[in-house]
């Protein structure tokens, strides 16, 4: 039997590789010198698309692969790719939920602890020589019995509230839809900030949340409160962010995601109330394993019966 033609945009491991050159001839978006060319001459031959988060289905692509059926993103969230338009088009996508959210929830948690506690000061002060010299760091605030908001309440939402049992936290909420859960819900963004201590973000990306923290969120949650964002970087106005931290608005934030990543912006970088990480709250080589084989059960599952496993909700009805 012939391979089935699949285009690879954005890299992939070598475990997804083996594991589906047997069935798939893969072509790779970036290697080609001339994309406008490549897309005009082959974008058609083209039923499958293996993707990620970061890079989604671009406009030129999308338009080019006039007989896609499926597409398989490595990661949740998939602000990148037009969902609506493709389920319209009759074409399938599939992300990798759930096999991310204790990593994810984790990192949230290794967050708010290193804020609170000063992990990154206290640290530098334990190295530095500075304890011998100047006696002991000062005292910090414990992460313990603390009113947490946490703004999106979905997988990953559920998974925090979860791990913050073991800091005896009272759990609020908000997302679209009030869950049978017992934790407080609130009916906006800004109701929420203002019961809270710790607000942690972890909605989608795109439009629809897009600067859902801002100025008045921010103000809401006051000075001793400290936020998180493992989300999207669109879903806070940054701008507003840097100076709620610079003028005291907010105590601290953890941050993993930024509106123009990679740049982070140079204030966030100068601020010793603020920890900073690199996007990779699910970037262990446990947890992008599984979420590789999630893609590849995915593609594999749609060759033999023309479902996927684990499709986006937009999909779901095809
Ligand atoms: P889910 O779809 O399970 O949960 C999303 C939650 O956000 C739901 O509670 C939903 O509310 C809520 N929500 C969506 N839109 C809105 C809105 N406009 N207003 C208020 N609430 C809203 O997704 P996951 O928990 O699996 O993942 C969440 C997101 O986390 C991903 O989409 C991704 O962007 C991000 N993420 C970031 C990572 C990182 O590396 N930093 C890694 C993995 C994920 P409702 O239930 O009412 O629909």
Request: aromatic share 6%.
């Amino acid at each position: 039997m012939p391979k089935t033609k699949l285009l690879q945009i954005g890299e992939i491991t070598d475990r997804m590789r083996d594991a589906l050159t047997d069935v798939f001839e893969i072509d790779i978006l970036f290697d080609q010198e001339d994309r406008a060319a490549f897309l005009s001459a082959h974008g058609a031959d083209y039923p499958a698309i293996l993707t990620n988060g970061h890079w989604g289905v671009p406009e030129d692509v999308a338009a080019a692969t006039s007989n896609l059926k499926v597409v398989s993103s490595y990661g949740v969230g998939y602000d990148a790719i037009d969902a609506d338009g493709f389920a319209e088009r009759g074409v399938l996508i599939a992300h990798t939920p759930g096999v991310l959210s204790d990593e994810v929830a984790n990192t949230f948690l290794m967050l708010w602890l290193a804020v609170s506690r000063e992990l990154i000061p206290a640290d530098a002060y334990a190295r530095s020589g500075r304890w011998e010299k100047e006696g002991n760091y000062p005292l910090t605030r414990s992460v313990m019995k603390r009113r947490v908001g946490i703004l999106g309440l979905g997988r990953i939402g559920e998974t925090i509230a979860a791990r913050c049992a073991a800091f005896d936290a009272e759990i609020h909420y908000h997302s679209r839809s009030k869950k049978q859960v017992p934790y407080t819900y609130h009916d906006s963004a800004e109701k929420l900030a203002e019961a809270v201590e710790v607000l942690v973000a972890i909605t989608p990306g795109g439009p629809e949340t897009r600067h859902m923290v801002n100025a008045d969120v921010l103000k809401a949650l006051g000075p001793d409160g400290l936020f998180f964002n493992v989300a999207r970087g669109s879903v806070v106005d940054e701008a507003a962010l840097v100076k709620a931290l610079q003028d005291g608005t907010i105590a601290g934030a953890g941050l993993d995601v930024f509106e123009q990543e990679p740049k982070i912006p140079d204030a966030l970088k100068e601020m010793t109330n603020v920890v900073l990480l690199p996007h990779v709250a699910s970037a262990t080589h446990e947890t992008r394993q599984a979420m590789g084989d999630l893609v590849v059960e995915n593609l594999r599952t749609w060759l033999e019966d023309g479902s996927v496993v684990t499709p986006v909700p937009e999909c779901a009805h095809l």
